[in-house]
């Protein structure tokens, strides 16, 4: 059974135009991270909820926003998407003990037009 | 900040032979990760390493955590096409839950 799942798998917008990427958990962990990962990179961290508190990367553009409604579900809104921000979104969770491990969802695909 | 170096950045192996992946922390960590991405896919995880000098294997892949608990190999055998794609690793620091990832290792494998 999945346990980290993202919605859309692809996304295709327009430059500009708002989207919002959505991931849900079965897992009730209590940390949901969001990366971005561009072509033969590694994961970057975007942000990450720690239960309710967010906590934003100090280099994560003012343009990425995030919501956390319940433990279950994590939204990655992006308010202007630019030609840059094409590229796999991932969403993870993972608990709060440092030997949890982190559970990767299969990623949404944003292509930006 | 916490940073964590992974070489090779490729791999090309013939089919059959060996190879190792290297990752190095500037700081002490917690644990390390050992993730493994197909292309096209996302990263999986493979395994975790927490003790000092910890060295597990799964199948023809084992892994290492250095004395220290700032680095850590992997090292695969007999190397099969299924092993195609990339190999990151990510670090725990102590006291932390956000891992920092290396660059990764994308192997590729020659029949």
């Known amino acids: 059974d999945a346990m980290v799942i993202q919605n859309p798998r692809y996304q295709v917008t327009q430059f500009g135009k708002p989207v919002t990427l959505s991931c849900s958990q079965t897992l009730n962990h209590n940390v949901m991270y969001w990366y971005q990962q561009k072509s033969s990179q590694a994961p970057k961290l975007l942000f990450h909820y720690y239960d309710k508190d967010f906590n934003n990367e100090a280099d994560t553009p003012d343009n990425f926003q995030s919501r956390r409604p319940n433990t279950s579900f994590c939204f990655l809104d992006i308010r202007s998407p630019g030609l840059g921000d094409a590229a796999m979104y991932l969403c993870?969770?993972?608990?709060?003990?440092?030997?949890?491990?982190?559970?990767f969802g299969p990623g949404t695909r944003l292509t930006v037009l | 900040g916490q940073q964590v170096m992974q070489i090779p950045q490729y791999q090309h192996v013939q089919e059959g032979e060996d190879f190792t992946t290297y990752c190095n922390s500037s700081t002490t960590l917690s644990n390390i990760q050992w993730y493994k991405q197909r292309p096209g896919g996302h990263p999986v995880f493979l395994i975790q390493l927490v003790k000092s000098g910890e060295v597990k294997k799964q199948k023809r892949l084992t892994f290492q955590f250095g004395e220290a608990k700032k680095n850590s190999s992997l090292h695969i055998t007999a190397t099969q096409t299924t092993d195609v794609g990339t190999y990151f690793c990510?670090?725990?620091?102590?006291?932390?839950?956000?891992?920092?990832f290396g660059a990764g290792t994308t192997v590729t494998v020659r029949a």
């Open positions: 993870a969770t993972g608990g709060s003990d440092t030997t949890d491990t982190q559970y």
């Open positions: 990510a670090g725990l620091p102590a006291n932390d839950y956000k891992l920092s």
